[in-house]
């Protein structure tokens, strides 16, 4: 506990496994748990009391040793109660259960509705013996869907919600994760733990809990993946890009010292010090972000100057969306850092965008924008006709009196053709692109994105027609594809 005091954190995150306490029924020993949050609140550190681990007599029918679910979820309650008791005022706030969306810690399968059981029997006895205990709900692991092996975390957030656990936790927590991503290189990555959290806050919004916060009650980089550089590197990424979102909580660094240094094993390396107590980098990491000298990025300072209420709140740190421009999710609106200044696009056109690694070069206007792109990008939006990328030769022979695209382009025979709300613009290598006029109702308002995009719910979906399609070169090379028989997706945007 010296160590972690001497680097300036405030708060420590302890497993009170009930398993380890009342391994008999009615027969509770403390002393394990004694020694750690004593040791923690005689030096003042807050701590988050992590209560998972059912006892072998409390594991209902199927579940395994420790995992296993309890069978009372009263029971649970009663227990979660008695550390409240006997650690009120040590204890600051309560994390119900350990990533109970993934059957290495909830067996024998994730269960939304059973977790949330534990979260309403836990709840309201946590506040009748300390109404100041914050009650994390959710703690979930930034897993993706495996069978019965595995829920993501924002299916099983929507599924909390859905059997009632709204009334039933303070703030959210999250680990988010990944070994071989930075947090904020996410953006561009289906399942990443930025994406998942971004879709975590839409649907607290959507539920009403928009004043709640997310803690990442749990995140670090073992060693054993990229060696201390990259530990160092991925910390001080997270620590940067974490205070950037407003509605981001406390963040717990897991962990303190390395079980086994050296080990191939990454569970075994995640310390800020190794097995000897020698420090490692990213202790120095720690202790900057804890004593508040890891300022924010000079991008984000600029981004923050942008208060447009039209946009909605901050969904994302600021990211890179190419090598030269930096950008930014909102809640309704992304923006755009551009030689030009900023510009802003509806997130839906946004989402479309990030599959081309494109920027606007234009302003959102009568229902379109336009995009930096080698063969040209215009991306038509509504609310009624969704947002429709389309290639710069088909773009440049479209009229308003067309009115919006309803389609993105449909490959043919060494064509391509994009419906539009009052007529048909195809396209050939030959011919160049023809107009011709009539009614088209929009076939689909939502279509697919490449990557999971932040106001969706579930799954990463796949490009539409490839933009550029309808040039001169792209329409000859994609008339020798079909004759050769080559999947249209060999001209597919990044």
């Known amino acids: 506990m010296d160590a972690i005091k001497a680097t300036g954190v405030r708060s420590v995150r302890l497993l009170i496994p009930w398993a380890a306490v009342e391994p008999t029924q009615n027969k509770l020993d403390w002393s394990t748990v004694d020694k750690t949050i004593n040791s923690a609140a005689s030096r003042g550190l807050a701590v988050v009391g992590t209560v998972n681990s059912t006892p072998a007599w409390s594991v209902a029918p199927g579940g395994a040793a420790l995992s296993g679910r309890p069978a009372s979820p009263a029971v649970y309650g009663d227990f979660v109660a008695k550390v409240v008791t006997r ?17 290495t ?19 309201p006895r946590i506040k009748a013996v300390d109404p100041s205990v914050v009650v994390l709900g959710g703690s979930m692991g930034a897993v993706v869907d495996y069978g019965d092996y595995a829920i993501n975390p924002v299916r099983f957030l929507s599924a909390m919600y859905a059997t009632g656990a709204k009334n039933y936790f303070d703030a959210l927590a999250f680990h988010p994760y990944q070994y071989t991503l930075k947090f904020s290189d996410g953006m561009t990555v289906a399942n990443s733990p930025l994406y998942q959290l971004m879709q975590l806050r839409q649907i607290m919004i959507g539920n009403g809990d928009q004043a709640k916060k997310i803690w990442a009650t749990e995140y670090g980089q073992p060693t054993s993946s990229g060696g201390d550089a990259q530990q160092n590197a991925f910390v001080t990424d997270m620590l940067s890009k974490w205070q950037e979102m407003p509605y981001a909580g406390p963040m717990f660094i897991y962990t303190t010292r390395d079980r086994t240094t050296g080990s191939f094993a990454a569970d075994d390396t995640f310390g800020m010090f190794r097995r000897d107590w020698t420090a ?34 901050v969904l994302s740190p600021v990211f890179r969306a190419t090598a030269q421009n930096w950008a930014q999710i909102r809640t309704v609106g ?13 997130n839906p ?7 081309y690694g494109a920027v606007p070069k234009t302003a959102f206007a009568q ?101 550029g399609l309808a040039t001169p070169l792209l329409s000859l090379l994609y008339f020798l594809a079909s004759i050769l028989g080559l999947p249209g997706k060999l001209f597919a945007p990044r």
């Open 87 to 103: 650690y009120i005022s040590k204890i600051s706030a309560i994390e119900v259960w350990n990533e109970p969306n993934a059957v």
């Open 334 to 346: 992304t923006i755009y850092e551009t030689p030009a200044g900023f510009l802003t696009s509806p």
């Open 367 to 467: 229902g379109y924008q336009d995009f930096e792109h080698p063969y040209g990008l215009r991306i038509w939006y509504s609310p009624a006709t969704g947002a429709h990328p389309v290639g710069g030769g088909i773009a440049n022979a479209w009229k308003p009196d067309l009115g919006l695209a309803v389609t993105d382009e449909i490959p043919g025979f060494g064509s391509s053709r994009v419906d539009f709300e009052h007529g048909t613009i195809t396209y050939t290598a030959f011919r160049g692109a023809t107009v011709t006029y009539g009614e088209h109702a929009p076939v689909n308002a939502t279509p697919p994105s490449c990557v999971q995009g932040p106001t969706a719910v579930t799954g990463g979906g796949y490009p539409g027609a490839a933009p």
């Open 280 to 313: 490692k980098p990213v202790r120095q990491t720690i202790q900057s972000g804890a004593t508040g000298q890891i300022p924010k990025s000079a991008e984000y300072q600029r981004f923050a100057t942008v208060t447009d209420p039209v946009l909605g709140t």
């Open 105 to 123: 810690f909830y067996s024998p399968k994730p269960d939304p509705a059973g977790y949330v059981d534990l979260l309403k029997a836990s709840y």
């Open 349 to 355: 056109v946004a989402d479309r965008a990030r599959c």
